[in-house]
């Protein structure tokens, strides 16, 4: 790491961690905790669908596994939903495993279709098999915690690990053979990488963090149903919006993503009521168009682009 | 024991035979070469030797063990590595990253992988080139960047596909001497190649296949003058 970013991560934890003092209204600190969401949901997409190219429309099936694994420990058992934060990842976890093994045969957008079945097969079979679920009518919890600081700061400290984890596999071998694999696949097969083992190691940490995520939404919203945990707009979708407006493949842009997608969704849901999705649509246009690369991505050029302006300015003048 | 020899290896693609019953040997520290018209199926002979095409028949040897059921990726691993003839470079890395990806195989160490990126930048001549992206480099580097990247993986067995093919006279020299160089460092190399001049240049052997058949096996000289080697480039008329 170098020294102005080791900077700018020690400026960014200070904020995140002092930002309760300041804003305590739990409006907005409701709002924190969702950007917070999308940041280690979309910060695990990231490793798996940014670093290693294999894009995963299914991710609300980890989410939701994560989530449920939480909701049927009080559902069935009457245990605290918050071991759903160590049960949650560890199931999200497993379940990617055989999936990864079938899925990992096939290349491209059939990998992309293949997630995107998996995720509805998991809604619909947790939406019939009610006696295990609860089916459609969800499950509720009652939550032993009030206060939103404690579960902002708990988030927080998953966004951490999430973001520590993703960043320590990136910059070593594996991220490495990651990388080689979106590239190319063949020339990574050639350079005697194995190809499927590789991706395998990109999904588990994946599913495992996006599984945590889940478990902690159980817990902080107190209701999940098959319809919410694993939809595929809401969850499936959006986490790929996230990663694509903040930065695919960068280690801040789903972060940086997630604040701007969550806080232009709130404001375009007040403002234009049931219209807001049809902003989302211009602004996939607009940033396919403009900032292929994301935020993050891009952000040299659009400093560029600011000093630019600022030079013919001075220029004028 | 020879040091790499395929035998009787065919493969069909459903009613088409690409290569068939061919049978080759390949000495130690030696370049062996492969020409034949378009379509003969010297890339398919590379392709099954990398493994990745399933043989529909035939053995393969490297150092006295069978390879042909080997996973892909591990051919790399037992120490053959290649190159491909429509070039595939790992485009949004850097050429050192390019490099380092292949150094990875005998390393997990970082700092190891760049030290060794950093001296078959050297090796190849690469240095100028080091922290460009693979993607906005021109072919002749490209080809370079595949032989450079290859020999990241430390091989014993050398398979370069048309290293030279697109280039022009000037270029192809300097890859004929960094081919001889990689040769030089004991290297076995098998290449495959159009341009006869290269070819007659730095070839021990030469093996000439045409609709995926021998038609002729030997020192350089005497398979220019094979008259069946003449048919296949020349046509009938000069045989």
Redesign the interface.
Known sequence: MTKRNLLMTIAFILVAVLIPVFIKAPYQMHILILVIIWAIIGTSWNLLGGYAGQVSFGHAAFFGVGAYAAGLLTFHYGISPWWGMLLGPVAAAVVSLPIGVICFRLRGPYFALAMLALGEIFRIVFLNIEAVTNGAKGILIMPEITSKMIYYYIALGALGLTLAVTYLIV???IG??L??IR??Q??????????TLYKNLALIPSAFFTGLAGAFYTNYVAFIDPNIVFNLTNVSVMVILVVMLGGVATTWGPTVGAGIYILLGEVFRTTLGSANVLIFGVLVCVIILFVPNGIVGELSMLKQLVSRRKASVSGGI | MSFFECKKITKKFGGLTAVSELCFEVEKGKIFGIIGPNGSGKTTVFNMV?R?FPLTDGEIYFKGKRIDQL???????IGI??T?QVV??????TVR?NI???A??RT???GQ?RHKAEEIIDFCGLQKFTNIEAKSLPIPLRKRLEIA??L??DPELLLLDETCAGLNPKESEAAIALIRRIRDTGVTIIIIEHIMKVMMGISDKILAINFGKEIAMGKPQEVANHPEVIKAYLGDAYA
Do not use: Q, W
Request: charged share 25%; aromatic share 10%; net charge positive.
């Open positions: 910059n070593s071998k490495y053979y990388v080689s590239e190319d063949d020339a990574a097969t050639s350079l005697g990488i194995p190809t | 990398s990745f996973p892909a990726h591990k051919i790399c691993d590595g290649r491909f595939k470079p790992l485009r949004r890395l990253e380092m990806a292949g990875f195989l997990g160490n970082i992988a990247r290859a990241a993986t």
